[in-house]
C-alpha cells in the first residue's frame, strides 16, 4: 500500500505547506469565496501540481479548512448547578464558537448537503455532547428525561443551519441571532421539564 505524500521525506517542510493551503482556504472562506484547490495554491503562492498532492479536489481541501476545535464540554470551570444557566452558558459559547467558525461551517454544510458523499465533519455531533453536558443535573432531578433526546432537539434549533437562516433569510444581526436560539434552547427545555407529556424530551428517541 502506498505512503500517505505527507509522511515520507521532508516531512516539516510538508507539515508548513499543508498549514499553508489551509490558511489560504480559510482566509478566502473568510472574504465569502467558496475556494477550490487551486484557488487556495494561488493565495499561498504554492503551485498547483503541489497543492494536488495534499488536497486531490476541493471537498478535502473544505474540510481540512474545518475548525479542528473538539472541546468535551464548553462550560467554563465554575459552571453553575442549575440546568438554565448551565444551558444559557453553553448556547452562549456555541453561538460564539458558530459566529467565529461561520465561512468554514457555511462550507461543511454545503459538503453535507452533497449526495453520495461520506459522513462530513459537521455531522460529527459534539455540539448534542455539549448540550448534554449542560443538562447532566437532570439525570438526577428528572430521572425519567431522556437527556440525549432533549439535547437533539435544542442542538436542531439553535445551530449553525439555524443561524444562516435568521441571518440570510430573516435579516437578523448575530446579536439578535444569538438572542434567538438561545431562547429557543431555553423554551425547549422548559416544555420537556413542564409539559403534560415531556414530548421535547422524548422526540429524538427515534434518531438513535
Known amino acids: 500500500m502506498p505512503m500517505p505524500y505527507e509522511s515520507t521525506g521532508r516531512t516539516a517542510q510538508k507539515s508548513r505547506t499543508r498549514e499553508a493551503l489551509v490558511t489560504a482556504t ?9 475556494p477550490k484547490v487551486e484557488d487556495a495554491a494561488e ?3 504554492i503551485s498547483r501540481t503541489t497543492a494536488y498532492r495534499y488536497f486531490p479536489n476541493q471537498r478535502s481541501l473544505l474540510l481540512a479548512a474545518h475548525p479542528a476545535i473538539s472541546p ?6 465554575d459552571a453553575p448547578a442549575d440546568p438554565g444557566a448551565r444551558l444559557d452558558a453553553v448556547m452562549a459559547a456555541f453561538t460564539d464558537y458558530n459566529f467565529t467558525w461561520e465561512p468554514q461551517l457555511r462550507a461543511s454544510l454545503h ?14 455531533g459534539r455540539a448534542v455532547g455539549w448540550i448534554a453536558d449542560a443538562l447532566e443535573p437532570l439525570r438526577e432531578s428528572h430521572p425519567g428525561l431522556d437527556i440525549r433526546a432533549l439535547a437533539v432537539a435544542i442542538r436542531s434549533a ?16 448575530r446579536e439578535q441571532a444569538a438572542r434567538v436560539v438561545t431562547s429557543t434552547a ?18 429524538g428517541q427515534a434518531i438513535d
Do not use: F, H, N
Not at 480559510?26 to 467558496?34: I, M
Open 111 to 124: 459538503l453535507s448537503l452533497q449526495p453520495g458523499t461520506d459522513r462530513p465533519v459537521l455531522r460529527q
Open 72 to 77: 468535551d464540554s464548553l462550560l467554563p470551570a
Open 43 to 45: 493565495r499561498a503562492g
Open 186 to 203: 431555553r423554551a425547549l427545555l422548559t416544555a420537556a421539564l413542564t409539559g403534560p407529556d415531556r414530548s421535547a424530551g422524548r422526540a
Open 26 to 34: 480559510r482566509e478566502l472562506l473568510a472574504a465569502g469565496q467558496t
Open 158 to 173: 439553535t445551530g449553525i443551519e439555524t443561524l444562516i437562516w435568521l441571518l440570510d433569510v430573516a435579516g437578523y444581526t
